[in-house]
């Protein structure tokens, strides 16, 4: 399944066989901002401009849950490996872990490092073992989410960080920062390394348009990076292991991009 946030504050499921809606939830009055989907597949977070996280029962569309916070929320997410820890990102707010138990709901502020708390996001590793945050200063700190102890720290860049998108499989980690560069690194090696030594497997960016980026992610095998352009209808796809653009899509002038959602394994992309 494949669910769509509206501007609205409407949720579509949408069927894959059917190619049509199989569940729209409503509860939301202002636009969705991020979703997430727990492993099962049988729950779905979303967050909101309107201060609000809703969980919901994918099955019936019913809400299960509703989380207020002090600020529009930015990014909510489930802990990978755990539906009963979440991670919030609220705007002018340090990023929150959420955990649930069957009587209360308990709030959990993460470490900033001294950094401004101004639009801080956030992530969850592949296997939930870890948070990645990023500042609006550039700085980078990993995180335990158990002891909410910070593991690493170092900055790569003085820009905002955008986003902060893992690999559905390996450990390869990408950083949108506003200097128009997306830097992709390994989680393991980080955590490994001396502050010093701490460098960027790649660094991908357009050179000619110095184009800004919208959304990163990595395609399903992780072999692949793709990253919509901020000004207009275009998806750049880079080889993750070279660093080479193998490929530039365009759509009809006019249009922008709101997000990127790859469901399917790029192939052929390598020379065999």
Partial sequence: MLAVGCNDGRIAVWEYMTRGIARM???????????????????????????????????S???SFTFRFPAPIMKAQFNPRNSKMLLVCAMKN??????????????????????????IIASFDRRGERVVTGSS??????????????????RDTS?????????RRGSNF???????????????????????????????QDLVNRTQ????????????????????????????STGSLVKMLTGQKGETLLDIAVIL????MKPK
């Fill in 61 to 63: 569309g019913d809400c």
């Fill in 25 to 59: 939830c409503t509860g939301h009055i202002h636009p969705i901002t991020s979703l997430s989907w727990n492993r099962s597949g049988q729950k779905l977070l979303s967050s909101s401009t309107d201060w609000n996280v809703m969980m919901w029962d994918v099955a």
């Fill in 94 to 119: 340090a990023p929150l872990l959420v955990t649930l138990d069957d009587e209360s709901c308990d709030h959990y502020p993460l470490p900033t490092d001294g950094e401004p708390e101004q639009n």
């Fill in 137 to 154: 200063k550039g700085k980078i700190l990993i995180i335990d989410p158990k002891t909410r102890e910070i593991l690493k720290s170092f």
């Fill in 265 to 268: 394994i790029l192939i052929q």
């Fill in 213 to 240: 980026w919208k959304k990163c992610t990595f395609s399903g095998d992780g072999e692949f990076i793709v990253a919509g352009s901020h000004r207009q209808h275009a998806l750049y796809i880079w080889d993750k």
């Fill in 159 to 167: 820009t905002a960080i955008k986003s902060i998108e893992f690999s």
């Fill in 174 to 204: 990408i950083i949108n920062s506003s200097d128009r560069v997306i830097r992709v690194y390994d989680i393991e090696q980080v955590c490994s390394a001396k502050d010093s030594e701490i460098e960027a497997l790649q660094r991908l």
